[in-house]
């Protein structure tokens, strides 16, 4: 059983930086693809950023690209979210969760993970 704590959630002007970081504990952690996803109040459960195991490929929402980075540091089992330039519209909980997976393509999907983290808030004012 795979546990993960997120942190470095807040409340930040537009325009502004994060940096979101989760902690894996009870698996092994090079062995497991890794998301980030977020839900803003009233809405689905929306993809934001993947990595694989190995870190060698990542993916990105549209509405993300060019202004998050998800990246991972095996040795600290941990997978970040830098996020830059932050806009109103990225308010919302994130939550990082992992799938047992040595597979070398990026994971987009809700269904496709196992173990999810309870999330952080964040909040974007304009």
């Keep these: 059983q795979v ?4 942190s470095g959630g807040g409340l930040v002007q537009a325009g502004g930086s994060l940096r ?8 092994t952690f ?3 693809a890794m998301g980030w996803f977020r839900q803003a109040p009233g809405k689905e459960r929306e993809f934001v950023a993947a990595i694989t195991s190995n870190g060698g490929s990542t993916g990105y929402a549209d509405s993300v ?3 998050y980075t998800i990246s991972r540091d095996n040795a600290k089992n941990t997978v970040y979210l830098q996020m830059n330039s932050l806009k109103p ?3 919302a909980v994130y939550s990082c969760a992992a799938k047992f997976s040595v597979m070398r393509y990026v994971r987009r999907s809700v269904g496709e993970y196992d173990y999810w983290g309870k999330g952080t808030q964040v909040t974007v004012s304009s």
């Design 30 to 32: 090079y062995n497991y």
């Design 65 to 67: 690209k060019g202004r």
């Design 89 to 91: 519209e990225d308010t």
């Design 20 to 27: 979101l970081s989760c902690a894996a504990s009870g698996g």
């Design 3 to 6: 546990q993960l704590v997120e």
